[in-house]
């Protein structure tokens, strides 16, 4: 890509930056302020959100369907991991807003992130090429589910997703979990602890109703618990590609189960519907027939 000189390793640049307060937040918001010398920003031991809130889901927009193709690389990555960190490999704009978008942060805290990333892909991820007529560029992916795309000399960073909805790849791989449980109450999650798989509140109280007709509360909240964790076990799918997305399933008595898949989380059953003709609403229609 460039002839190669000697850089300070980002250990060393970080020895040389004065401690400052941590500028991230903890789970419920508060900001931490523990001393740093990290260029990012982050002690490393407070949750390490950007925000101190969880924003807001927006309405996905609405994808462009394109005759772009990824191919196994026709050559080898010209970088090695120092690269990551070295002034001629430039982040662009538009793979900073991107990165701020989804997780908070000013834009030399997201460079900076970023640049962690991609040292971390060139030696560990997952390296494709993608191809559409004349336009070439690089994928670099993560089993955890983040993604940046380099242009074809991987001299640029052009764009970042991930599959987590707030969680930055440092924080999933010290195991921060996400905070879209954290709303719950405490007792519904003290129900869940040990179990490989999450339900949120109404989905406990469709299910308590709909399939052993009962109400969801305190007294029944374990054998409620028990029940859906047993009935899913038996419908569980295997999980999307680089467990990041959704799986549907029905089972024999039309219960269709929706599973939400996020990388460095347990997967959680998102909804229960039932198939049209199923459920006590349709038995209840049908008794009336009679």
């Known amino acids: 890509m460039h002839t190669r000189r000697t850089t300070a390793t980002p250990a060393a640049l970080a020895a040389r930056t004065v401690s400052k307060p941590c500028a991230r937040f903890e789970h419920d918001g508060t900001p931490c302020g523990r001393l740093t010398d990290r260029r990012d920003q982050w002690c490393g031991t407070c949750a390490g959100f950007h925000r101190a809130q969880r924003p807001k889901p927006k309405a996905a927009a609405p994808r462009r369907c394109g005759r772009q193709s990824v191919v196994d690389a026709p050559e080898p990555l010209p970088l090695e991991a120092d690269d990551a960190h070295d002034p001629h490999l430039n982040v662009t704009r538009h793979a900073i807003d991107q990165y701020r978008q989804k997780h908070g942060g000013d834009a030399q ?11 971390n892909l060139i030696t560990t991820g997952e390296h494709r090429h993608l191809e559409r007529g004349s336009w070439h560029a690089w994928l670099l992916q993560a089993d955890e589910g983040f993604t940046l795309m380099l242009s074809a000399d991987a001299s640029f960073v052009i764009g970042y997703s991930t599959a987590h909805r707030e969680r930055t790849y440092a924080q999933v791989k010290t195991g921060v979990p996400s905070r879209s449980r954290t709303r719950e109450k405490a007792w519904v999650l003290q129900l869940q602890d040990g179990l490989p798989i999450r339900f949120p509140k109404l989905v406990l109280l469709r299910f308590a109703r709909d399939v052993l007709g009962i109400n969801f509360t305190r007294s029944t909240g374990e054998r409620v618990v ?65």
């Open 109 to 119: 805290a997201a460079e900076t992130e970023i640049r962690s990333l991609l040292e």
């Open 226 to 290: 028990a029940e859906i964790f047993a009935r899913s076990q038996q419908v569980l799918p295997d999980p999307p590609p680089s467990n990041a997305g959704r799986r549907r399933v029905t089972d024999q008595d039309g219960l269709r189960w929706h599973f939400h898949y996020e990388p460095g989380s347990h997967p959680t059953v998102s909804h229960l519907l039932w198939e049209q003709g199923h459920g006590p609403e349709a038995a209840k229609a049908q008794a009336e027939k009679k």
